[in-house]
């Protein structure tokens, strides 16, 4: 008499199918390169890859199309990022920059939005100081190149000094990019005497 | 009735068709069976079966459908993933610059062999073999220097001292590679600064390991110290240039 | 698994397979021959029974070919249909100790 072999029972055949389906799945994404599907797990590892440690302060700033933009400092770096959508998952396009000692300046690398008096949003280009000086209540960003000197009132949002500069709505990392050669921060404190000055 | 029509009701309560062909070919041989030692009559024989109606429920309530439409869906989950796998190897294959990963394993095999000091050795003039530096561990990585070694080699602008260092790396998340190009905060010697560096990283899994040469040390180096990380996680890595490794 | 009520069908089908391997047509001419044709049960009740069993795993079934190809799937007893069989026994012992007590009085 012929005999056929065991066959499984369902319920194994059923795990089995499920466990091989799980397992192909960790290879594709393995295979992908280990994509994070949400932006703030993306910044967080790569943020982790460059040992950087918990932002001492965390800055978040609206730009057009209502993304959001941030910049996480800590000692020695700071980190510029905002969300990028792609075909199927959301990463993060950061910007590692490193400070040295003392008040440095960023430059917002997306145009920021900022609504006047009437609520509407208005266009403007963003620069954040980060590391003031403790007691510093104000500051004031004159931008220059050969043709011209432009300045720029500051905001205290928390331990940065955010800039919004209405006049030139431009953006890049780098301030070359923004149209200008050099800058000067001078921070004052709330009697208005200047505590500081930065220039780069 | 004929005797088909007697096992199709008999077996029409069974919702999930393998079941059904199953039960309905196991009464067919029943039948069979019975007609061959009896030699009963196709009416006599179907109502010692009994009423296909009342059998009909009964198998219907044993034969519950679900788990078969449940191993049909784990068939097409497997199916899907199947193809999806091909489908993204298809993508990935196109894509410039592709790594050629096609399994995990791969990404193991590429990892051991890769060399990660990759500098020509006939530029070398003198290599000294170091003591590496002391392991240390931050931001959820363990940094294991191993072969350290100060070489003289000669440089486009006369000979230069460089200075090589194999890092074995173990990480706590699975291919979450240390990034040596943002991780590495700060370089110094006891004289001055290094002019170049060359990196050179190879990950998988939960294993890396990193090539890191400093170019150009001034001559009267007698320490180099690494900075890793920022804040609190900053840690240093102090390497002594006159000591001699033991052999 | 909802516990049904066994049946004295069942019993009968699991002490029969008990003894050895049969398919479904062989456990209805054993029940027939040994019980002297007390218990003639319709073919149709008896699928019913086998897979319920088969489901709850107290018997288990192979497929095997026969010299003339057809296919037949024969049963055999479980452990845990031997222990549930030694469990109905104690069971029926019990009832019908208990049935022939109260008409010996009668």
Request: charged residues 25%; hydrophobic residues 40%; proline residues 5%.
């Amino acid at each position: 008499m012929k005999e056929k072999r065991t066959p499984w029972p369902r319920w194994a055949k059923i795990l089995r199918n499920l466990l091989l389906a799980v397992l192909l799945g960790f290879m594709m994404w393995d295979v992908w390169g280990h994509p994070t599907f949400f932006y703030m797990e993306d910044l967080r590892r790569r943020e982790r890859r460059a040992l950087f440690p918990e932002p001492e302060a965390v800055v978040e700033l609206n730009t057009i199309g209502g993304v959001k933009y941030r910049i996480d400092v800590a000692e020695g770096m700071a980190v510029t990022s905002y969300p990028l959508r792609g075909d199927f998952f959301t990463n993060a396009n950061a910007s590692f920059h490193s400070l040295e000692e003392g008040p440095a300046l960023l430059c917002v690398s997306r145009t920021a939005e900022r609504p006047d008096e009437f609520g509407q949003p208005l266009t403007c280009a963003a620069y954040v100081a980060v590391h003031p000086p403790e007691d510093a209540a104000g500051a004031v960003l004159t931008l220059s190149n050969e043709s011209a000197e432009h300045m720029v009132e500051g905001i205290r949002e928390g331990d940065v000094f955010l800039f919004y500069d209405h006049e030139y709505a431009t953006t890049g990392s780098a301030l070359h990019m923004m149209g200008f050669s050099s800058y000067e921060l001078e921070f004052s404190d709330k009697d208005g005497n200047s505590i500081c000055q930065v220039s780069g | 009735m004929s005797e088909k029509d007697w096992l199709d009701t008999a077996t029409k309560k069974i919702r999930f068709r393998p079941d059904r062909k199953a039960v309905r070919r196991e009464l067919e041989a029943h039948l069979e069976d019975m007609r061959e030692a009896s030699g009963l009559e196709e009416d006599a024989a179907l109502r010692t079966m009994g009423d296909p109606e009342a059998v009909a429920e009964e198998l219907g309530r044993v034969h519950k459908p679900w788990l078969g439409y449940l191993w049909r869906a784990s068939q097409a989950a497997l199916a899907g993933a199947a193809v999806l796998y091909c489908v993204m190897l298809g993508m990935l294959a196109v894509r410039p610059g592709y790594s050629y990963r096609v399994l995990p394993g791969m990404g193991l095999y590429n990892y051991l062999q890769t060399d990660v000091d990759m500098l020509d050795p006939a530029c070398v003039i003198e290599a000294r073999e170091l003591p590496p530096g002391a392991a240390f561990e931050t931001g959820g990585y363990t940094i294991r220097p191993e072969r350290t070694v100060l070489r003289q080699v000669s440089g486009t602008d006369g000979p230069q001292w460089n200075l090589y260092i194999e890092l074995d790396i173990t990480l706590s998340r699975w291919e979450e590679p240390l990034d040596y190009w943002f991780a590495l905060s700060g370089v110094r010697t006891g004289a001055g600064t290094p002019c170049g560096m060359h990196r050179m990283s190879a990950c998988w899994g939960f294993w890396q390991k990193c090539g890191l040469e400093f170019e150009g040390l001034p001559e009267d180096a007698e320490w180099v110290e690494l900075d890793f990380g920022y804040g609190q996680l900053r840690r240093t890595l102090h390497i002594d240039l006159t000591e001699e490794a033991e052999a | 698994m909802a516990k049904k009520e066994m049946g004295s069908t069942s019993m009968l089908v699991l002490a029969l397979l008990k003894e050895k391997e049969m398919y479904g047509y062989q456990i209805i001419e054993e029940l027939d021959r040994r019980s002297e044709h007390v218990f003639q049960m319709k073919e149709g009740t008896l699928y019913p029974v086998l897979h319920g069993l088969e489901k709850d795993r107290l018997i288990a079934a192979r497929e095997a070919e026969t010299v003339k190809g057809r296919v037949r799937r024969y049963y055999a007893v479980t452990e845990k249909g031997l222990r549930v069989l030694e469990e109905k026994k104690k069971e029926w012992n019990t009832f019908s100790k208990a049935v022939t007590a109260i008409l010996a009085g009668a």
